[in-house]
């Protein structure tokens, strides 16, 4: 009997464990609604002593088209989707075909949420929890408050955390004066942070940001929630 009192009290424990870490990102989305959050990547680097260059800038502060270039690049439909934008999914998993998808269908916000709450998870693993979490991120903040985190906390290289201080890193001005190629070339640079540089861009690196200068003149209008 105390055994079996005891494996109860234990599996009782996980338990409540499990339900606070899973409520946990929900309330923290929450609370990042106003306070400035700290992605899981960043906090591991404090965590190791690892240098940190991140300087969070409000969205005003950060040029429009540098905006619209990376809503160009990582998610064209993001002011017409609640978070997940299921058409590409199904687009992915139809192109994917008996192998699976060749290619990633994250939006903004699903990026943003394994940023601060799933990043170390692998895959097959984190992808379930991205979707609900993102659509409440969704849901909860405003457009401009995705995005304005997103770039707040994305990785533009080693260490480099943020488009003000990716701007500075790479271009020695604020994200306020990029022009139309800097802001694309920083775009393009987001897919592989560590191996791709905005600063000195491979000739494909430049064809591709010369794809984002076109694509973000030329779909301004969709980006209408964030101007």
Not at 14 to 39: E, F, N, R
Not at 101 to 124: C, D, E, H
């Amino acid at each position: 009997m105390p055994a079996r009192r005891s494996s109860r009290t234990l599996w009782r424990r996980l338990v409540m464990v499990a339900i606070g870490l899973a409520a946990l990102p929900v309330v923290l989305t929450l609370v990042y609604t106003v306070v400035p959050p700290i992605s899981l990547p960043m906090l591991g680097r404090y965590l190791t002593g690892q240098s940190v260059d991140r300087r969070w800038t409000p969205i005003e502060n950060i040029a429009p088209v540098a905006r619209f270039s990376v809503m160009a690049s990582e998610d064209g439909q993001f002011c017409r989707h609640w978070g997940v934008d299921f058409g590409a999914i199904a687009d992915v998993l139809e192109r994917g075909g008996e192998k699976g998808p060749s290619r990633g269908a994250s939006t903004i916000a699903m990026q943003t949420v394994k940023n601060l709450y799933l990043w170390p998870l692998p895959t097959f693993a984190r992808k379930p929890l991205e979707v609900p979490l993102a659509v409440w991120t969704d849901l909860v903040w405003s457009k401009k408050r995705v995005l304005e985190v997103y770039l707040n906390v994305a990785e533009w290289g080693d260490g480099i955390y943020g488009i003000e201080a990716a701007s500075q890193h790479y271009f020695k001005k604020p994200a306020s004066r990029l022009n139309a190629r800097e802001a694309a070339q920083l775009a393009v640079v987001l897919p592989n942070p560590i191996r791709r540089s905005a600063g000195s861009p491979t000739r494909r690196l430049r064809n591709l940001a010369g794809l984002i200068v076109n694509r973000a003149r030329n779909s301004s209008g969709y980006f209408d929630c964030v101007r």
